[in-house]
């Protein structure tokens, strides 16, 4: 397919915007971005989408999220408000995540799909915990994502919170998914190693994990001092930092991707960094939990490699870029922090960095070898739009609303805003019958 006559922004180093643009993929791949003219009389012969003027851009990339999330949205948390991180794992997101059968499991993924296609995010680094439905819930995420067409990697997430049996069927899961995906494998997912985070797992644990990991080619995905908490639980239980003990355990690695390192200090960046270990940054989430603000422009400065994700949020991963922006700036109280091509670059290169851990070919960028995840938007610039003012330009303009075509290596998922592979009707009429027992089971708990 060739899609003519767009602003096209390849993203690419250097960040380039082409007036009158155009990009060819054949397959899952696109193979070469320039002028309309050019390719135009270069591929006469190939399916054309006229994309009218509309800004031409890479899918967005979530670097974290939690599909299990979907059915918390709305519901109460009974008795006085949580007054901690804790408090809310232990009031909520422990009890949602019980509560969940296979098919909810499912279900909560689909919504999120959903939300993701409609909104250009085409792929996303899931996180999964069901406790009391463990075994052959990677695959009811990855049929989700299949149906879907999007772009999706995926894991378990262990922990011993729900006793042995509990640890021993979340690393099965973790071996049998990675070891279906090396047996038979798709473009579309990828897999990893999930670990819920260092509270919640003893040594004898992670020495189990890496053992089960050993030849599945793969690293860990796993939260790393979201909360104080962590690092108080590691420094009282092992003497050690958290980023340490899980240098120490050989969890950290150039394959393993580590969710907000909010509280860690200078010498676990060092960790990180010698480690070659990706962070993925949350910014709604952590401001919703109160657990504090990443050190990112660090941890960047260092040479870490810093992603963003949405720790569950809604798929609009355009509102993530929007609140980091701000976030910085008022946490530091200077407005020069958190600049805004600093940010894309975090967004878009660092996101395919880490990416590139699960998937064969790169993302977030428009240029030839890359899978032809491009989105549409109607946005229209009414000042300049250029190499220099991108990233402000989607700062302070672009949203996931402006988004009306979505490809996932080739596969147009939505087309003038209308979702092809899903039926959200059914989708959303099936979610809301699940969920309504999922919130009886949580009620139940208490």
């Known amino acids: 397919m060739l899609i003519t006559n767009g602003t096209v922004i390849t993203f690419d180093e250097p960040g380039q915007v082409l007036p009158y643009g155009a990009v060819y993929f054949e397959g899952d791949t696109i193979v070469e971005v320039g002028r309309t003219f050019e390719l135009e009389q270069k591929y006469p012969d190939a399916e054309k989408l006229d994309a009218g003027g509309k800004i031409v851009m890479p899918g967005m990339v979530c670097a974290h999220t939690h599909f299990y999330g979907a059915f918390a949205r709305g519901m109460a948390i ?28 499912k279900y909560s993924a689909l919504v999120a799909l959903v939300d993701a296609i409609r909104h250009g995010t085409t792929t996303l680094i899931d996180h999964h915990a069901s406790p009391t439905a463990i075994d052959g819930s990677l695959d009811a995420l990855a049929e989700a994502v299949t149906e879907s067409g999007l772009r999706a990697a995926l894991c378990y997430e262990v922990t011993d919170r729900n006793g042995p049996s509990g640890t021993a069927a979340g690393i099965a899961e973790n071996v049998r998914f990675l070891k279906k995906l090396q047996a038979d494998p798709n473009p579309k997912l990828g897999g990893s190693f999930g670990l819920h985070a260092s509270f919640t797992v003893s040594d004898s644990t992670l020495e189990a994990c890496v053992d089960a990991a050993r030849g599945l080619n793969s690293g860990f995905h796993i939260h790393l001092a979201e909360d104080k908490a962590d690092q108080a639980d590691s420094l009282k239980k092992y003497n050690l930092r958290v980023a340490e003990r899980l240098e120490k355990r050989e969890i950290l690695g150039p394959k393993t991707l580590v969710a907000h390192a909010i509280h860690v200090d200078a010498f676990e960046m060092d960790s990180l960094r010698a480690t070659k270990s990706k962070v993925s940054h949350q910014p709604r989430s952590n401001m919703n939990n109160a657990v504090g603000v990443a050190k990112v422009e660090t941890m960047l400065r260092k040479g870490i490699t810093v992603g963003l994700g949405n720790d569950g949020f809604t798929n609009n991963m355009f509102t993530e870029i929007h609140t980091a922006y701000l976030l910085h700036k008022i946490n530091q109280g200077d407005p020069r922090a958190m600049p805004g091509d600093t940010l894309i670059h975090m967004a878009f290169a660092n996101n395919a960095q880490i990416a590139g851990i699960f998937f064969p070919k790169p993302v977030g960028a428009l240029k030839a070898g890359a899978f032809a995840d491009i989105i549409l938007l109607d946005y229209v610039p009414y000042t300049l739009l250029t190499d220099g003012n991108y990233p402000w330009q989607l700062i302070f303009g672009m949203d996931g609303s402006h988004v009306t075509h979505t490809i996932s290596g080739g596969q147009m998922l939505m087309k003038d805003r209308q979702v092809l592979t899903l039926d959200e009707e059914a989708i959303a009429a099936r979610a809301t019958e699940l969920s309504k027992s999922v919130w009886k089971r949580v009620s139940d708990m208490d």
């Open 78 to 105: 009974p008795g006085e408000p949580p007054e901690n991180f804790m408090q809310i794992l232990e009031r909520l997101w422990w009890k949602i995540d019980r509560a969940l059968t296979l098919e909810d499991s």
